[in-house]
């Protein structure tokens, strides 16, 4: 179904958004090579997110453990092992930053990187003429006095973070120093400052936000806006929501302030969707699935779009969006060439979103990890999982878009369909620059803190 742009009465003031905007993975750092490159990350082997030696064991229970005797975690007796800093978007890669220093902009990052250091992949080798990276995983030290933990003993996960990570950042590749206050408060203190620096010239702020991820931090006052909230992890998770809705708000007060609102395009979007070792049931909520599953509750993210000058306040756009093409919508927007020796993914959604452009920006969209993989053509989507394409799941999202009714046997035409595009895009990708570590079970339906059962479903997860 073509779908055509449409105005909400009251939307001004409101960003544009698309309903169906997609992460390019489940999991975060693939989705910041395609943000990042504007292709499928599989096109230039990056396939598995960057973890460090020790998290390969742990994800393999957290993922598995479970007392369902056919849920073994699958460990790849090939996996080779590769640095951390050596994992990531290779040099060769023409980033967004790269692409738009051509047109004269100064590129600034801030927050989480995780596509590489080593070997020409950290952010000021990329592109990024000033990068202020994450040193460490906590959001304040531990025993702030200002500071609200939330840990979540059931998860290994959580457990290992809590014990391995430290509170800093780092700049362009300098010696980590402990930041001001709140990551999330100080990074956007510097994205503020950033702005300000370059009120009076061509900038691209890439500020990616480590909020709302684990280990859970949230400020003392943002704990306490919400004392309705029984939960404790729930009302951590609120309270840094809320910081990171005061850093959106904070940007944009700023751009105001220099009177660049208007001719700014502010891209808004997750890495992908929650986590289910959050241990919190309705993060995805009316989706099924987690993060580090492609059911639409781990790639199914928030998109929006901000640019006055250009596209009118409070459109809705319904057809399929992804996250590459961010890369294309902002080189269009800032008059920079594509790359032109390459295959880019992504297009310019601006004449979408204001109706100059006929048809949908998609047809057809695939997330591919290792034996994990699914497509969506048109309405339909198609996910298989496991070494031995153990579970298919066929999907109507016209009639079922949060994927409760499996069509596989009653549709076998379109399995056949699916299966050929799947098959045709998987032939053009490249080998994985690294090998997957483990394999392990995740639950559709049941979040990790929650007993399972020989009739719950779930994927193979392979990372």
Known sequence: MAARPRHRDGGAGRAP??????????TCAPSRAAI???????????????????????????????????????????????ALEDMGMPASEITLAETLKTAGYHT????????????????????????????????????????????????????????QTVYA???????????????????????????????NRPFFLYL???????????????????????????????????????????????LREHGLDENTLVIFTSDNGGAGYLGLPDVNRPFRGWKMTFFEGGVHVPYMLRWPARVPAGQVYDAPVHHFDLYATAAAAAGAPMPANRTMDGVDLVPYAVGEASGVPHETLFWTQSHYRAVRHGDWKLQRSGPNDEFLWLFDLASDPTEQHNLATARPDKVAELDALLAAH?????????????????????????????????????N
Do not use: C
């Not at 990616?208 to 951590?236: C, F, G, K, N, V």
């Open 17 to 26: 958004a698309f309903t169906t905007g997609y992460a390019a993975n489940a």
């Open 108 to 163: 600034v990052h801030i927050g989480k990187w995780h596509v590489g250091e080593s070997n020409g992949m950290a952010a000021y080798d990329q592109g990024f003429d000033e990068s202020l990276a994450m040193g460490g995983m906590l959001f304040l030290p531990e025993d702030h006095p200002d500071v609200v933990n939330s840990k979540q003993e059931f998860d290994p996960i959580d457990r290992f973070l809590w014990t």
């Open 169 to 199: 950042v780092r700049y362009n590749g300098g010696p980590a120093f402990e930041p001001r206050g709140h990551v999330t408060d100080y990074y956007t203190d510097e994205a503020v400052r950033v702005i300000e620096a370059n009120r």
């Open 426 to 462: 998987l032939a053009e990708q490249a080998p994985p620059l690294w090998s997957s570590r483990a394999a392990g079970a995740v639950s559709i339906d049941k979040h990790v803190n929650q007993p399972e059962s020989p009739d719950d479903e779930y994927i193979y997860y392979p």
């Open 36 to 82: 990042l490159s504007g292709r499928y990350g599989t096109r230039f082997g990056f396939e598995f997110t960057p973890t460090p030696a020790l998290m390969g064991p742990i994800m393999g229970i957290v993922t598995s453990a479970s007392p369902v005797e056919r849920r073994p975690s699958l460990a790849n007796p090939a996996f080779e092992r590769v």
């Open 208 to 254: 990616a936000h480590w909020a709302i991820h684990t280990p859970l931090q949230s400020t003392r006052a943002d704990y306490d806006a919400y004392p309705h909230i029984e939960s404790h992890t729930e009302r951590t998770y609120a309270g840094m929501i809320r910081g990171l809705d005061r850093s959106v708000g904070r940007v944009m007060e700023a």
